[in-house]
């Protein structure tokens, strides 16, 4: 087998609300190509993608590098052999934080999540729910604790946005560079 010497970044798509910010990480991706996009989209997250954009299903396949059945378990992002910088979940629903958060992984989303956790690599969790309730605090918790970075897409100010596509590349830019990729135009307090 011919293995390539691109850093591999596994991206799960899961159903909550924001499924434009796991269609800009794509993108933005694809200006990093020293980097390789292993992609999985739950049924939740399909929904969304028709629901709240104008992006077909397919389209956000053609994003990635690689894409993934969520039933195709035995997969190589299902074991820790298969080298990876690490998972990001954008969005993420409550369904998905509670599967991770309990090692419940009946999917490839949930287990490409668990397998990250056991081999101590980032991950990075864009979680969206409002309000949230104590179930879903307590899970975030357990995840926190053991190292994940838990990432509402939540507003930021100071850069000023003037557009929903800026705030979006602000959240990106925060999640991206905590596996060290720097997204243009990600501006810094006291930098800007
Ligand atoms: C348009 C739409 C928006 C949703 N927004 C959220 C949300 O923000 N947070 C959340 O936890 N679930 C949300 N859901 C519900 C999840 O999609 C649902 O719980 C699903 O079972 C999650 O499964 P998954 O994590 O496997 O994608 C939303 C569903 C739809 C159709």
Redesign the pocket.
Known sequence: MIVNNKKRLVVGM?????AILGIELLQILREHPDYETHLII????E??IL??TDYKVAEVIDLADKVYDINNIGAGIASGTFKTEGMIIV?C?????A?IASGYSD?L?LRAADVTIKERRGLALAT???PLSAIHLRNMLSLAELGAFIMPPMITYYNKPISIKDMNRHIIGKILEKFGIEVNGFIRWCEG
């Open positions: 899961s159903g909550a609300s924001g739950s049924k939740g997250a929904e969304t629901q709240e969005p629903s409550m369904k998905t934080v599967g999917n989303l969206r729910e409002c």
